[in-house]
């Protein structure tokens, strides 16, 4: 996971060299924000001088999804106050991919921190290579930012793998991503994690209604 964080962090740091920032705001915005795909957007808004306010709404519409994740993620497992304080902070798509598998289900308060935190290393640490090269890399390399599409790739594959038996959650996935596209492409990912979550309310209301409707069939006494 560390390595394909490694080449996506020195694409941003050449972004914001190629950009004209300074390096040193590349290391200060990969350890403080911590956006990930926001820090790509802001990179563009910062040079555009946008205002605060577009920044802000823009910093919400990206990265409302952690409030989807916050819903399963092990934070209950963190012990201690400032564990739980920067385990928020540093919650991004690649931990909660990896603590929501089968396996993640007993780690430790400290590998969950330690697993973040070294993600978080891996991050910053090649944002801030990227932009102390970004020089010497010429404008003609491309592709840098498909070590993003290509690590989602294998979290969905690892996922799906992980929940052989449970193959209507990764089709209802599907299904929201491409009618989030169709209905709102402008907020896709907002739509479809909403989408996502409601189905999945309702078929754990659907699955406890034939649960319930099962128990009371097999407690019917039988008249012989």
Request: aromatic share 12%.
């Amino acid at each position: 996971m560390g390595l394909g964080f490694v080449p996506l962090g020195i694409a941003y740091g050449v972004l914001v060299t190629h950009s004209g920032v300074d390096w040193w705001w590349t290391a200060l915005s990969s350890a403080v924000i911590y956006g990930g795909s926001f820090e790509f957007l802001l990179i563009g808004m910062v040079t555009a001088a946008a205002p605060l306010g577009a920044i802000a709404v823009s910093a919400f519409l990206v990265n409302v999804r952690h409030v989807f994740y916050a819903l399963s993620f092990p934070l209950d497992r963190v012990r201690g106050r400032l564990g739980r304080t920067y385990s928020t902070f540093a919650l991004s798509d690649e931990a909660y991919a990896l603590t929501a598998a089968e396996q993640a289900r007993s780690w430790s308060s400290r590998r969950i921190l330690w697993l973040q935190l070294f993600m978080h290393l891996y991050w910053a640490g090649g944002a801030t290579a990227g932009a102390l090269l970004g020089s010497l890399i010429p404008d003609s390399v491309t592709a840098l930012d498909f070590a993003l599409t290509a690590l989602f790739t294998v979290l969905a594959l690892d996922a799906v793998r992980d929940r052989r038996g449970d193959l209507p959650t990764p089709v209802l996935a599907l299904l929201s991503a491409l009618a989030a596209r169709l209905v709102y492409p402008s907020q896709m990912l907002l739509v479809a994690f909403a989408l996502f979550t409601a189905g999945l309310l309702a078929r754990h209301v659907m699955t406890g209604r034939n649960t319930t409707s099962g128990n009371t069939t097999r407690r019917k006494p039988s008249h012989a």
